[in-house]
């Protein structure tokens, strides 16, 4: 059975820091990998999409990388600011899954000005 | 795009009393999913519909549970009855490709039951 892990649960940074946030799952046989972003009260937003055939995607300050031989997947966020508090979730669909996409409990950043 | 709708944003309830969550997805997206939100668990996906098709539903705990999809604008989560334990934060996501594209969630459904 698929199992998506996130650790740290929190971390707490000062502005201007670069920092990773990880995720890693047991089973490679995954079909894609996407990185969320949800602040308090409100739904989630997706940040990154990563296809199995891919080793990295990029927007802005974000980096998200993918390692299936290894199981892990790393959120490099530059330049911190603290606008990026929030809770980061990874969310992978397994080959053998079916439809539902399944999440990390996520790592809850913040980010001190 | 006023991107997902969900309400209410926030409903309380007595036990046994039946509840139903309103969504209205993205225009021109083909999925729609509803996932559920509590600490212990985190997300879980209940249901996903494909151009209005329930295509799986395996994740619905419980003959409690039902989800509707009359057109592509507009869906429906209904509880009856509900028990505490139901109580979580329901969310609506849509996707154009499906299950291969980026999810858009919309803002949830906090649901406390009595």
């Known amino acids: 059975k698929q199992e998506v892990t996130q650790i740290p649960a929190a971390l707490s940074v000062p502005e201007g820091e670069n920092l990773v946030l990880n995720c890693s799952f047991t089973?490679?046989?995954?079909?894609?990998l996407q990185w969320f972003r949800q602040d308090p009260g409100k739904g989630l937003t997706s940040l990154l999409l990563?296809?199995?055939?891919?080793r990295e995607q990029t927007s802005g300050r974000l980096n998200a990388s993918l390692d299936k031989s290894s199981g892990r997947s790393t959120l490099y966020i530059a330049a911190s600011q603290p606008g990026d508090s929030a809770t980061y979730l990874c969310?992978?669909?397994?080959?053998?899954?079916?439809?539902?996409?399944?999440f990390g409990k996520g790592t809850t950043l913040s980010v001190s000005s | 795009d006023a991107g997902v709708i969900q309400s209410p944003r926030h409903e309380v309830t007595e036990m046994g009393q039946e509840v139903t969550l309103r969504c209205k997805p993205i225009?021109?997206?083909?999925?729609l999913f509803w996932y559920r939100q509590t600490m212990m668990r985190g997300l879980e996906l209940l249901i996903y519909?494909?151009?209005?098709?329930?295509?799986?539903d395996s994740g619905m705990p419980e003959d409690r549970f039902s989800a509707k999809m009359p057109n592509a604008s507009f869906s429906t989560l209904k509880i009856q009855p509900s028990e505490p334990r139901d109580s979580a934060v329901y969310f609506c996501?849509?996707?154009?490709?499906?299950?291969?594209?980026?999810?858009?969630f919309g803002s949830g459904t906090q649901l406390s039951v009595l």
């Open positions: 996501a849509s996707s154009f490709r499906g299950i291969d594209g980026k999810l858009f």
């Open positions: 969310a992978l669909r397994s080959n053998q899954a079916g439809t539902a996409l399944i």
């Open positions: 519909f494909n151009n209005n098709v329930p295509i799986d």
């Open positions: 990563i296809q199995s055939s891919q």
């Open positions: 225009s021109g997206h083909n999925s």
């Open positions: 089973d490679s046989a995954i079909y894609n």
